[in-house]
């Protein structure tokens, strides 16, 4: 009650306080590398498949990335998996990483000390073959040296968020130029505009949101038009030099007057 002024990442955060605090909240978000985090269309990411086999993808593979930092229905992990059979039957091809920890980092957890990465696999587990499972990658929590090519290396990322707070890796997967369907949820709009820096889907119908994807994994001119718009728009907006920094230096500023 006694604040002069606050900082919000987003204005969808900001919009969560009431009034009077509202008012004193000024939206600047942490910011971006760009550089760092940009297109590499030369990227290469080896798995480690175990008994000494490893998988090289390049972007030549048809790959699938959904990133979360612990794997949970907060962060849309169940409607993803429900999407699966779908994406794999249609898409013989492709691979399916995903990224998280198999604790919980927002929403509670499932009783019985069971996991959810283990409920919703097993949900779908029975409507996809051994085949179609073998193409389906579990990486655990990735460091972040293997995490920026991994989005580099994405042909479609997939994001899904109930309405919270915005993840950094879907800003870092915008600047890294990735084609992007996410959920259409309120934190989302401030990023992505459907059809212009990504798609966006309902966020319990795992049926559009396969939908969409084999879509986009079909038709690499719509994955273009995406992918140089959600860079460009994370450049405006988010880059932390050019952007960001000189915004936050500035709230500094009117502190001090």
Not at 8 to 13: A, D, E, N, R, V
Not at 46 to 56: D, R, S
Request: charged share 20%.
């Amino acid at each position: 009650e006694v604040a002069d002024a606050g900082i919000s990442p987003t204005h969808w955060q900001a919009s969560t306080f009431p009034e009077p605090f509202r008012s004193k909240i000024t939206v600047v978000h942490d910011g971006i590398d760009t550089q760092a985090v940009a297109p590499n269309p030369q990227v290469q990411l080896t798995l480690n498949q175990g008994q000494n086999q490893n998988l090289t993808l390049t972007k030549a593979d048809e790959v699938i990335t959904f990133v979360n930092r612990n794997l949970e229905p907060y962060r849309g992990y169940h409607v993803f998996m429900r999407s699966l059979p779908e994406l794999l039957r249609k898409r013989p091809k492709a691979r399916v990483l995903i990224v998280g920890g198999d604790d919980v980092s927002y929403g509670a957890r499932p009783e019985h000390g069971r996991k959810w990465k283990d409920i919703f696999a097993s949900e779908v587990r029975p409507k996809i073959s051994d085949e179609d499972w073998g193409r389906v990658h579990f990486l655990g929590n990735v460091p972040y040296q293997h995490f920026i090519p991994l989005l580099q290396l994405s042909t479609v990322h997939v994001y899904l968020t109930y309405p919270f707070v915005l993840s950094w890796s879907l800003l870092e997967a915008m600047s890294a130029g990735c084609a992007i369907v996410a959920s259409d949820t309120q934190p989302l709009h401030e990023a992505i505009k459907d059809g212009e820096t990504g798609k966006l889907v309902n966020f319990f119908d795992h049926a559009q949101l396969a939908h969409e994807v084999c879509n986009l994994l079909a038709d690499p001119i719509a994955r273009q038009h995406l992918s140089q718009n959600a860079r460009k728009f994370a450049q405006e907006h988010y880059d932390l030099k050019a952007v960001c920094l000189p915004q936050q230096l500035a709230w500094v500023e009117t502190l001090t007057e």
